[in-house]
């Protein structure tokens, strides 16, 4: 019975890597979908999460998709939404597997942005103006979000309508980001604050650190050795 057993586990699981090589979405093999652009080289696995509205979706070369990540932009699928591409996710990008990345108006995911698993990014928001009327009905309000090339965005984090993050931000995990961050920010927490910035006067710093040191007559060094 054991060895039996064994030989059926053994050849689910042999069917099954069979099954996600050849479900996994490419370039060569996009499996029915119609992608706006998909790069050289890019690989979405399988199994994949929701993907509607891909012809508003571009894919940079060589970027590669976690299995259960959802990519889509509209409400539902087959929508007419103008046109111009409305997800566009750079080239060298790594995205953990069971995020979403839903789309309404304009996301912009730089090049050679690694994302955790189940990060979940949208320009999307109900709106509760109307007091009475379901939030679900009433028309949901849009806002751009950008992420720099050379971002890390942690496992769990949540990117809100009108987040942009400058080139090489950190996110930590489970932080729930929405607002301007520059270049070299590290976010962290609900709501997501600035934890580390970058200046090549003082390298990665906590905020305030720099205030300090210009405000301070001597700078930083003179301080610390002081101390
Ligand atoms: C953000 C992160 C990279 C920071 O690491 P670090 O550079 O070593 O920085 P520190 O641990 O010194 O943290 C810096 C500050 O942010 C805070 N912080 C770090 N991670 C945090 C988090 N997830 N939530 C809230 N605050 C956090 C720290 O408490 C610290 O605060 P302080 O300045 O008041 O002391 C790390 O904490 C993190 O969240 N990594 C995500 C890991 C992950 O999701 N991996 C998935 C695989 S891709």
Redesign the pocket.
């Known amino acids: 019975m054991s060895l039996v057993r064994r030989a059926v586990g053994a050849l689910i699981h042999r069917a099954y890597g069979a099954i996600r090589r050849a479900g996994a979405i490419t370039p060569a093999a996009p499996a029915g979908y119609r992608f706006g652009r998909i790069g050289d080289g890019v690989s979405i696995a399988f199994p994949p999460g929701a993907i509607f509205g891909e012809r508003y979706i571009e894919i940079g070369d060589h970027t590669l998709i976690g299995e259960r990540v959802s990519l889509s932009c509209g409400m539902g699928p087959g929508l007419d939404l103008g046109p111009d591409s409305i997800l566009r996710i750079g080239g060298g990008c790594s995205i953990?597997r069971g995020s979403h990345v839903v789309a309404h108006q304009s996301i912009d995911v730089g090049d050679d942005v690694?994302t955790?698993p189940y990060v979940y990014i949208t320009d999307q928001n109900h709106v509760y103006d109307d007091p009475d009327v379901p939030i679900g009905r009433q028309w949901p309000r849009n806002s751009p979000v950008s992420i720099g090339s050379g971002s890390w965005i942690?496992?769990g984090a949540i990117i809100l309508p009108g987040t942009r993050l400058g080139r090489q931000c950190?996110v930590?995990?489970?932080?729930v980001v929405r607002g301007e961050f520059p270049d070299h920010s590290?976010v962290?927490?609900v709501p997501a604050k600035l934890?580390?910035g970058y200046t090549s006067e003082l390298g990665w710093h906590?905020p305030g650190a720099l205030l300090a040191h210009r405000a301070r007559p001597g700078g930083w060094t003179e301080q610390a050795s002081a101390g």
């Open positions: 953990g690694f955790g942690g496992a950190v930590a995990g489970g932080a590290v962290a927490g934890v580390r906590a």
